[in-house]
């Protein structure tokens, strides 16, 4: 535990054993006899790195005192031990060895980024600390982010994954209009894989089986790295479910119908947003007192009048835009849509005012629910899914 943060040793300890020994219990043998977690704390930081023996991760040092905060950090935890297993040991074979002086193309990370991101917090409820409300709503960040980015429709999470070499880790303010994370994306994916396998075998299998498999064949037999087409093959074997489906989604932008997978084990994903919220599909940040447009939603009303990323907001229908005057919001709220209303903007020093036609707002809010009128067998199935 580095630098100065507040937290309870025993307790701590503690949750980390049962983290550990769900960990190992899924993969049937450690390799390690020793592993060493490192926690960096800082006043704001959220993040970690995985080795072969240990890990580092960096951490808020108050987040320990909150619950949210806490359970967060333990799915931290639980999402690097796993890559202990998952990705440095069980790899796509793009992922090592490594030629360190090249870029290491793979389609894969959505295997190893997205199913590590779904069973991070999916551990961090077998083991208790999440109850499960606090789980479906964890598992539904993941379709919010996806589908509140217009990028989801032109990315899939293989081709995200092949280009985080250039793109992930390099956001620029268009970047959510054209691409999406492998890790919400292939959690997806994961939890797709995960419920049908559990409903298709009656509750006999389920994504652990496959992974557990994968490392024994891949990696302590064969010690090499897999392709996906391997992958898919052996989990077809190990559980006698069809899977291609899942894995075609991956290398596409079709959407699965995640409804029927959540409905075969007593759940439903809803979308509880408010539509009747126009939107000018912008992102707005002040900076000197003037209000620039930081994002523009592809296929927005702001898009297609032609507002763009760096213009000065200087009024909208006559009301002059000052940080914090709410004249922006009052706007939105008094409109109708379908009503085209003056922007006034400033644009490398010349002025213009563009005409937005007002449009809803596309903005999901998703929640995972349980079916009200689940038969007994998807009520059971339900529970081998997110039971203790
Ligand atoms: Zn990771």
Request: hydrophobic content about 35%; proline content about 2%; aromatic content about 12%.
């Amino acid at each position: 535990m580095v630098g100065v943060a507040e937290y309870d040793r025993e307790q701590l300890t503690q949750d980390i054993t049962t983290i550990v020994k769900e960990e190992n219990r899924i993969w049937g043998s450690n390799p390690n006899s020793y592993y060493l977690f490192v926690t960096h704390h800082h006043q704001n930081a959220y993040g970690g790195l995985e080795h072969l023996n240990s890990t580092i991760l960096a951490t808020n040092r108050f987040a320990y005192a909150q619950p949210t905060t806490y359970k967060n950090y333990l799915a931290l935890v639980a999402h690097e031990y796993f890559h202990l297993w998952h990705v440095k040991r069980l790899r796509p074979k793009a992922l090592g060895p490594f030629d360190y002086t090249q870029e290491n193309y793979t389609t894969g990370l959505w295997v190893i980024e997205g199913f590590t991101s779904y069973y991070d917090n999916l551990i961090v409820r077998r083991c208790g600390f999440f109850d499960e409300d606090e789980y479906l709503q964890a598992l539904a960040i993941d379709f919010n982010t996806v589908y509140n980015r217009p990028g989801h429709t032109l990315q899939s999470a293989a081709a995200a994954s092949f280009d985080t070499w250039i793109k992930h880790y390099r956001p620029d303010e268009n970047s959510h209009n054209v691409s999406i994370s492998y890790y919400n994306k292939g959690a997806m994916h994961a939890a797709a894989l995960d419920i049908k396998i559990i409903a298709e075998t009656n509750g006999k299998k389920r994504l652990d089986d496959v992974l557990r498999a994968a490392y024994q064949k891949f990696y302590l037999i064969e010690n090499r790295g897999f392709e996906e087409d391997e992958l898919l093959t052996l989990a077809e074997e190990v559980t006698g479910v069809s899977l291609k489906e899942i894995f075609e989604a991956a290398h596409s932008t079709e959407e699965l119908d995640y409804n029927r997978y959540f409905n075969a084990v007593g759940y439903q994903m809803v979308d509880t947003a408010n539509h009747k919220h126009l939107s000018l599909g912008i992102k707005t940040e002040v900076t000197n007192g003037i209000t620039l447009i930081k994002t523009v939603d592809r296929n927005s009303s702001a898009w297609d009048a032609g507002l763009n990323v760096g213009d000065e907001l200087i009024a909208i229908k006559g009301y002059r835009i000052e940080p914090n005057n709410k004249a922006y919001d009052y706007i939105l709220s008094t409109s109708v849509e379908g009503e085209k209303i003056p922007v006034l903007i400033a644009r490398d020093g010349l002025v213009h005012t563009l005409e937005v036609e007002l449009r809803k707002s596309q903005k999901k809010s998703f929640e995972i629910q349980r079916l009200i009128n689940a038969s007994a067998e998807q009520r059971r199935l339900g529970n081998i899914w997110l039971s203790l």
